[in-house]
């Protein structure tokens, strides 16, 4: 989309710093920076309760063999970087304004 002259500056959505080729609702680079890096601390958070849970369970659940505790192992993995992946996207939602 083409801005009229007269926008040629945009403010940042969260700070209200203009920027030059910010879009109306965008954040400046700087704010970018500071709403992932929390978003991250804040999905890391997150994926490690919620794996440290799924990780318990599992190993109430599973029978006692190689091959079940690998498996586990694996579904532990792969629930921490579902959740860690999805707790960043909500965060980062939730931390733009
Ligand atoms: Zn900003």
Same mark, same amino acid.
């Given at each position: 989309?083409?801005?009229?002259? @007269?926008?040629? *500056? ?5 700070? @209200? ?8 609702? *965008?954040?400046?680079?700087?704010? #970018?920076? #500071? ?10 958070? $997150? ?10 369970? &599992?190993?109430?659940? $599973? ?13 532990? &993995? #792969? &629930?921490?970087?579902? &959740? ?5 996207? #909500?965060?980062? *939602?939730?931390?733009? @304004?």
């Amino acid at each position: 989309m083409r801005l009229p002259s @007269g926008f040629a *500056e945009v403010p940042c959505a969260r700070c @209200g710093a203009f920027t030059p080729g910010l879009a109306f609702g *965008e954040l400046c680079r700087d704010c #970018v920076k #500071v709403t992932t890096a929390r978003a991250n601390r804040v999905a890391r958070l $997150i994926s490690l309760a919620v794996t440290a849970l799924a990780a318990a369970y &599992v190993s109430l659940r $599973i029978p006692p063999t190689p091959t079940a505790r690998m498996w586990a192992a694996i579904c532990v &993995v #792969v &629930v921490y970087l579902i &959740v860690r992946r999805v707790a960043k996207k #909500v965060a980062m *939602e939730h931390l733009r @304004g």
